[in-house]
């Protein structure tokens, strides 16, 4: 397995643009997790998909949040109209799917920050 | 309801033993513990399932009493390498989104 990569590392925008994350999971993983860090916090949930169903999004998730999973390979993650609020470490974890208690691992991370 | 971890930090010696305690509001199916160094991703150390169980790898352990809904890190004679952020997830079952706690930072001097 090479991990779970993420692309970009890092971003800087301005208030008001647009962003879009990729995150590819461990190949053969069905699960894909979106969390959000901020200094000093653990990772909070963002979303979750089986496969190529996103099956749960947080309340953190506003309406300008939105990520796709379109083959249930990679995912990516977007902002839209991003505000300073929006400045995050955004993490992807993934697992293999087959239990209750299977393994997250996650990946490096895109840390965003909003001008 | 987020986890609650204790101590919020700790300092050691080489060589000395810690532990970093997590303690839920609610019933769990597991708890996951991963470290998490500056800039880094959080790196999986163990999970602990629904049965009480114990485990352990290397120096470090960890327990999972379901009743008292409480997981505890055990660190025996820390490297230098053990130094970050410690972070309990707690997960509920199903697909397993996991709610984490704020972290026991954790600082080992030669």
């Known amino acids: ?115 | 309801q987020q986890p609650v971890q204790s101590p919020q930090a700790v300092i050691l010696r080489e060589g000395e033993d810690a532990v970093i305690n997590c303690s839920s509001s609610k019933a769990l199916y597991s708890v996951h513990w991963y470290r998490q160094k500056h800039g880094e991703a959080p790196v999986f150390l163990m999970i602990l399932l629904k049965g009480g169980e114990q485990k352990g790898h290397d120096k470090i352990s960890a327990s999972f009493n379901e009743k008292k809904q409480q997981s505890s890190l055990y660190l025996t004679a820390s490297q230098l390498s053990y130094s970050g952020t410690y972070f309990c997830g707690t997960g509920s079952g199903g697909y397993n989104k996991l709610i984490f706690g704020a972290g026991t930072r954790l600082a080992v001097h030669p």
């Not at chain 1, 190529?52 to 109209?81: C, H, M, N, V």
């Open chain 1, 1 to 115: 397995d090479t991990g779970v990569s993420q692309d970009p590392r890092h971003k800087i925008t301005k208030r008001g643009q647009n962003v879009t994350f990729r995150c590819d999971p461990i190949s053969e993983h069905n699960r894909l997790y979106w969390y959000r860090q901020t200094l000093g916090q653990g990772p909070e949930f963002l979303t979750y998909f089986q496969n190529e169903a996103q099956l749960e999004k947080s309340r953190l998730l506003s309406d300008r949040f939105s990520a796709e999973r379109p083959k249930g390979s990679f995912s990516t993650l977007e902002i839209q109209r991003t505000e300073q609020g929006d400045s995050a470490m955004y993490l992807c974890a993934s697992s293999h799917g087959t239990s209750a208690g299977d393994t997250q691992y996650f990946g490096p991370g895109t840390r965003l920050t909003v001008l």
